[in-house]
Each structure stands twice: as structure tokens, then as C-alpha cells.
């Protein structure tokens, strides 16, 4: 996105919000003349750091802004959510979309999972969801507001998704784990959780109910050790995803 908004001859600055000390979302929005902000879909819902990251800005006094989400499969109205805050916040959301990237699902514990074991129609899936970014990229740099998921239709399909989502969240929460069998204890997967779910005390893995479900752990673990639903990653289905470029690793992030 920023590089299809930057060939239209807008200056942009990516930040993950892992990145930003107190006070500076705030001094970046003042000094930019739009605001996006980009998440993965939870059940036509977003994650809660995203929703505590939007709640924390200041009041933006009609800044424009335009929102994004990575989708597996679909999302009835996952942008409008993000859309909303924003708006409560001040900002005025001229832009909203969806975005396929099943690439980046990697939990095997279902079986139907399409694309990820099947490289051709991945690699048709991104190619549409390639021209969908260019698309809403010249939208925002010709001012067409576009917004996707703002009619009444996705907005009963987003929430016949969101209500029980919701309800069963904090359920989901306890559902990562460690196969001792395969574990290690190097406490890599403790150093990447960004939601304090797991500690490592020199000897054990222990996990403590507060996930977030980003699945760091269960991606970059390299014993493949990490467990969702009590299950271990199936490796005929390939290797968990491990982020956009050969070298990625979330530390990186830090
Ligand atoms: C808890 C959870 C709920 C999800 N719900 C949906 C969903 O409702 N629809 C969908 O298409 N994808 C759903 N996904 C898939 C994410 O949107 C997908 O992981 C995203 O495309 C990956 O983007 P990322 O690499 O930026 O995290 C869900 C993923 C998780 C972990």
C-alpha cells in the first residue's frame, strides 16, 4: 500500500504500533495530512491491541483517514469496525477495504484451509488482491472516498460474525500451548509474545490466558513446538508462515 500511495506521489511513513513510544501517534498524526491504519480481521472484529492503540489517540479534529484489513477468507464489515473508532476519535474515514492475503494463515488444526497448501491459487488470490491495493491507492490519492463494508447488508454479515466471536474470545485466549515433547526451552516464543500469555523461568514455558492470537510463537518457534488447540502444527501442510521476506522476524519489530 504504501508503495503503490508513494508511486502516486504521496509521502508515506509506515510505523507498527509495537513501535511507538506515548506521545508519538499522536505528533505523527498532527504532522500528516492523512492517517491509515491497517490490522488483520478477528471475526469481523479487530485485535484488541489495535482497538486500545485507536482509543488512546487524541482527538483528531476531521484529520483524513483510511483503513485496511488482511483477510483469510472474507469479513462482512471488519473495516467499518476500525472505520468507527477512528471516527469516534475525530477522524474523518473517507476510505476502507479488505484485503485477501491467505498466505498468511498458517494453524493447521483445520482441515479445510484453502490456498495455503495450494501455491497456484495462492498466487492468484495476491495477484487479485495486488490490483485491489493499486486500485484503492488511486482512490485515495485522487480524494474518491471509497468504503468497503458500509452497507446494511455487510453490516448484518459482520455482525452475525462479530456477536459470537466476541462471545467466545476470551475463551480462544487459552488455546495456545507447548508440546514438551518437542520444546527446547530456548524462550524464544516468551520473548516475541507481545501480550504477556507466555513466560519462560529458565526451565519451563508457562502460558497465562492472555493471548492475543497473533501466533508469533506458534510461526517463528523453530522446533515447531508451539501447539493451537492442543494441536501441533502439521508439517505436510508446510512450514508455518514466517513473514513476508526470506529474513523476516518479528524482533524486528522491536
Ligand atoms: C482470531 C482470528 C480470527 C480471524 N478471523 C477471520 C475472519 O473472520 N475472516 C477472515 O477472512 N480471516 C480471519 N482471520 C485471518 C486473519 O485475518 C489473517 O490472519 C490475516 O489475513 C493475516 O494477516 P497478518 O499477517 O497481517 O496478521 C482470523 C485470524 C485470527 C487469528
Avoid at 504504501?2 to 511513513?13: K, V
Avoid at 472505520?83 to 498466505?103: C, D, I, T, Y
Avoid at 488482491?129 to 474518491?144: Q, S
Avoid at 527446547?184 to 490466558?209: F, Q, V, Y
Wanted: one cysteine or more; hydrophobic letters at 35%; proline letters at 5%.
Amino acid at each position: 500500500m504504501s508503495a503503490e500511495l508513494q508511486a502516486r506521489g504521496i509521502e508515506t511513513r509506515c510505523q507498527s504500533i509495537e513501535q511507538l513510544a506515548f506521545g508519538d501517534a499522536d505528533r505523527l498524526t498532527a504532522e500528516s495530512d492523512a492517517v491509515g491504519i491497517a490490522y488483520p480481521v478477528y471475526g469481523s472484529d479487530m485485535p484488541q491491541l489495535m482497538k486500545d492503540f485507536i482509543g488512546s489517540l487524541a482527538p483528531a479534529k476531521g484529520k483524513k483517514a483510511f483503513v485496511f484489513c488482511t483477510q483469510w477468507l472474507w469479513s462482512g464489515d471488519g473495516a467499518r469496525v476500525g472505520a468507527q473508532l477512528l471516527r469516534e476519535r475525530g477522524f474523518q474515514v473517507g476510505w476502507a477495504e479488505h484485503f485477501s492475503m491467505p498466505n498468511n494463515v498458517s494453524v493447521t488444526v483445520f482441515s479445510f484451509m484453502p490456498y495455503t497448501n495450494d501455491p497456484g491459487r495462492l498466487a492468484r488470490k495476491l495477484a487479485k488482491t495486488a490490483v485491489k491495493i493499486k486500485c484503492f491507492a488511486e482512490r485515495i490519492a485522487g480524494g474518491r472516498p471509497f468504503r468497503r463494508g458500509f452497507n446494511w447488508a455487510a453490516k448484518l454479515a459482520g455482525s452475525i460474525q462479530r456477536l459470537p466471536y466476541r462471545r467466545i474470545f476470551h475463551r480462544l485466549r487459552n488455546d495456545i500451548g507447548v508440546d514438551l515433547s518437542r520444546c527446547t526451552n530456548c524462550g524464544n516464543c516468551a520473548s516475541l509474545c507481545p501480550a504477556g500469555n507466555l513466560t519462560w523461568d529458565g526451565s519451563e514455558i508457562k502460558t497465562h490466558g492472555s493471548c492475543i492470537l497473533c501466533l508469533r510463537c506458534y510461526s517463528f518457534c523453530q522446533e515447531v513446538a508451539v501447539t493451537y488447540l492442543k494441536k501441533p502444527h502439521r508439517l505436510n501442510r508446510g512450514k508455518p508462515y514466517r513473514g513476508p521476506v526470506e529474513d523476516f522476524h518479528p524482533r524486528l519489530l522491536k
